[in-house]
């Protein structure tokens, strides 16, 4: 593991889920449903965010779902979920998941899939609770993730604003 995934992992911004694909997940073909894998996606996102915000959490949005290549039975898919920007109460969170053959050494897996979730902190009663701001990051890669988090986060609060004020 390199240095700045040790400094993630001790900030408590990311998770990561891994597991090998059974021929109970794909089709007669062998390709793994893209369902088991969204599900995947979506408790690894709620890893991060739970992680970050010391709490329970619901998935209140997810977007951008990107099929880059197909997984197959057999493959190893690694899910890595990265908090990249925190509101009051929502957490932008980033999932990245690589599948790997293990037919050689040193491969470390294709970019299968990648998402966006947005993950909302909730109290005992299922009300959104307030989440320990992030400091804006000085690493360079970081902070474009950042910037990208606080765009979605600014463009779909206004967005849900304008469709509630129209009933929905
Ligand atoms: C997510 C949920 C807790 C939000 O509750 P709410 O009463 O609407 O709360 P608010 O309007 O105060 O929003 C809370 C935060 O969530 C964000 N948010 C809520 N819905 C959102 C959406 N659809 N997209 C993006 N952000 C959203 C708000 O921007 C706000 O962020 P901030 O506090 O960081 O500024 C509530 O809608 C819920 O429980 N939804 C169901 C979640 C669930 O069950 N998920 C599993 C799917 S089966």
Do not use: W
């Not at 793994?32 to 690894?44: A, L, P, Q, R, T």
């Not at 400091?135 to 765009?151: A, D, F, I, N, T």
Request: glycine letters at 8%.
């Amino acid at each position: 593991m390199i240095k700045s995934d040790i400094q993630k992992l001790k900030s408590k911004k990311i998770a990561i889920i891994s597991d090998i694909m059974l021929p109970s997940q794909a089709n007669a073909n062998g390709n793994v449903h893209g369902g088991e894998i969204m599900k995947m996606m979506d408790s690894c996102a709620g890893c991060a965010a739970m992680r970050y915000s010391a709490g329970t959490v619901v998935t209140a949005r997810v977007d951008e779902i990107m099929f880059h290549y197909p997984v197959f039975v057999g493959q190893l898919v690694a899910c890595i979920s990265e908090v990249i920007f925190v509101g009051s109460t929502s957490m932008e969170v980033v999932v990245r998941v690589y599948a790997e053959t293990m037919e050689k050494e040193g491969d470390d897996g294709i970019l299968a899939l990648t998402a966006m979730f947005t993950m909302v902190a909730i109290d005992k009663d299922g009300k959104p609770r307030k989440v320990r701001p992030m400091p804006v990051p000085e690493e360079e890669e970081e902070l474009r993730l950042y910037q990208m988090g606080q765009k979605r986060y600014q463009f779909f609060k206004e967005k849900r604003k304008n469709q509630q004020s129209h009933g929905f």
